[in-house]
């Protein structure tokens, strides 16, 4: 949320594909299309409570950019939700999508909300309503949204029901692919929950090759155990990895030799947060981001490492499982201090790759294996770090900025080739 004296989030989301436009002399008509949304949508829409009163809730969709495919990108549910972090995070899913080369634009949307104040009824129909406010502005050739923070495969479900039962009766069972993340059972895709996490842990491997380390010597604290953090957290831990500290809205806690994450979740789920966590101790908030590890990994939301918070960290990487969690401010800091940045559009794009296979399927009626998944998966998020590091070397620049250049690369070269109409 950006308040009197905050810096707007999307002002930082341009500022960051600018800067990498300079290092590739980009088109000054390219760079002034990327810089704001095609399309913002407001809809302010009552839903009945329990209790028979009628709330007007406020919700968002925008579409930042559709060069390359239909607009793609989650619903957000969170208190914080305004338009500005909203055009800052469906233009960054822009720039993933073109990163890792999948047939997608970027979008973004959310509710101005606190679901943890309602009900699941009342949540149904907040999300049954919000579905039918944004009418033919989604769609599984348009606009196609997906979990975010606050949402879940659930919602997903209730989105596509709700898009189904609004449309046409002839297209009804072939509009599936309206949102991805949904249930299984519903038409989900295998391994989508966990993507974006497991996506995290490729990256992880990746920076390990580069640098010739192994996962098993690396220590790892986590901000935020949702669904992106809890689920790399286990993922790294299989692999090996030693988590020493995690966070999330209930408190933070640390054991050096290792926190049991199984055990971890399982007391989260039953509790409603980490705190209290018999096998591990409380710490401060700050503490989490002065501990001595090999890993930081930031997995909550935006805006998390000031320039205060970089200055205190004692890692060698920052792998952004969230999106947006460094400031500009802390780029600086950590930059200067040597300490390596692994982007959110390259750390945590698994998420958006397994919603391109959950889509397929869709489209093809069909249904994959895990394996094919995963590898499919694997092989994409590889490609693009592989993509980033050779743009690195060649420009001389930082990870992010490769990261953006491949992505600008890709989106320039298709412009060049479209045109802009008329």
Known sequence: MTGAGQRSLHQSAVDQFQRAADLIDLNDSYREILSHPK???????????????????????IQHNNL???????????????????????????????????????AKGGVTIDPSQYSEDEMRRVVRRFTHALGSNIGPDHDIPAPDVGTSSKTMDWVMDTYANISPPGFRQSVKGVVTGKSIEVGGSVGREEATGRGVL?????????????LDDLTVSVQGFGNVGSFFAELAAEAGCTIVAVADHTGTIANPDGIAIPKLRLW???????????????????????????????????????????RALECKIVLEAANGPTTPEGEVVLAARGIEVVPDILANAGGV?????????NKSARAWSFADVDDRMREL???????VVERRIGLGCSRREAAYVVALDRIADVYDRRGIFP
């Open 39 to 61: 399309n913002e949508i407001i809809v302010n829409f009552p839903v009945s409570l329990d209790d028979g009163s009628k709330k007007v809730f406020t919700g968002y969709r």
């Open 68 to 106: 390359l495919g239909p607009y793609k990108g989650g619903l957000r549910f969170h208190p914080d939700v305004d338009l500005d972090e909203v055009k800052a995070l469906a233009a960054w899913m822009t720039f993933k999508t073109a990163l890792v080369g999948v047939p997608f634009g970027g």
């Open 202 to 214: 490729y990256s992880l491997r990746h920076w390990c090759g580069e640098k010739g380390r192994r």
């Open 268 to 310: 989260a789920d039953q509790n409603g947060g980490i705190d209290g966590y018999p096998g591990a101790d409380a710490i401060g908030t700050e503490e989490l981001f002065s501990l001595p590890v090999d890993v930081m990994v930031p997995a909550a939301l935006q805006n998390q490492i000031s320039a205060a918070r970089a």
């Open 353 to 361: 790759i397994v919603s391109y296979f959950e889509w397929l399927q």
């Open 381 to 387: 998020v590889w490609q693009a770090h592989d993509r």
